[in-house]
T-cell receptor, first 116, second 113 residues
Framework: DTGVSQDPRHKITKRGQNVTFRCDPI?????LYWYRQTLGQGPEFLTY????????KSRLLSDRFSAERPKGSFSTLEIQRTEQGDSAMYLC??????????????FGSGTRLTVV | GESVGLHLPTLSVQEGDNSIINCAYS??????FIWYKQESGKGPQFIID?????DKRQGQRVTVLLNKTVKHLSLQIAATQPGDSAVYFC????????????FGAGTILRVKS
């Protein structure tokens, strides 16, 4: 499978705990994005990387959220001191920056976070 | 898995009929638009895209129409099949490749056999 992989698929955590999610993009894609999706809504942009550089962060990304892409390959998204409002599906996507196939912007299956 | 779109508008069609899903986008500066299909418990799956210098683009069983005057997109699915049942989102972005997407509200498509 050469698509975008996310791990874990599901995570249940107690309020106040820290959680970390991992995303492995398509290998030749240099851009990596994180989105959050709550029930009944479309995905909302959180942040993106070009190679290892984090180029933009949404105001949705509070200080409790941090994302890294240390070697320009996989990325991690950490949420510290989780709150019930953090419960959502966290989606990762990757793409190329140069023009190319229209279907190059590819999403993973997401990590479903439930904070209890 | 749980349904993604509990409070989204729903379009119910009979198997074999054509479906038309509409979307209003927000930013007149957007120049690239994508339709995604999302099944329960899965991430969005690319269907078709269109750039702002086009009015229409066709794929396999799908057609996207873009009306920049009224900032409106539509997705037409020909001969709708049960496997087309899902939530459909339109997304817009500036710079036609590699930028963050802004998603619309989504529409549930239910195909009756």
């Amino acid at each position: 499978d050469t698509g975008v992989s996310q791990d874990p698929r599901h995570k249940i955590t107690k309020r106040g705990q820290n959680v970390t999610f991992r995303c492995d993009p398509i290998s030749e894609h240099n851009r990596l994005y994180w989105y959050r999706q709550t029930l009944g809504q479309g995905p909302e942009f959180l942040t993106y990387f070009q190679n290892e550089a984090q180029l933009e962060k949404s105001r949705l990304l509070s200080d409790r959220f941090s994302a890294e892409r240390p070697k320009g390959s996989f990325s991690t998204l950490e949420i510290q001191r989780t709150e019930q409002g953090d419960s959502a599906m966290y989606l990762c996507a990757s793409s190329l920056t140069r023009g190319g196939q229209g279907d190059g912007y590819t999403f993973g299956s997401g990590t479903r976070l439930t904070v209890v | 898995g749980e349904s993604v779109g509990l409070h989204l508008p729903t379009l119910s069609v009979q198997e074999g009929d054509n479906s038309i899903i509409n979307c209003a986008y927000s930013n007149s500066a957007s120049d690239y638009f994508i339709w995604y299909k999302q099944e329960s418990g899965k991430g969005p799956q690319f269907i078709i895209d269109i750039r702002s210098n086009m009015d229409k683009r066709q794929g396999q069983r799908v057609t996207v129409l873009l009306n920049k005057t009224v900032k409106h997109l539509s997705l037409q699915i020909a001969a709708t099949q049960p496997g087309d049942s899902a939530v459909y989102f339109c997304a817009e972005t500036r710079k036609w490749y590699g930028n963050k997407l802004v998603f619309g509200a989504g529409t549930i498509l239910r195909v009756k056999s």
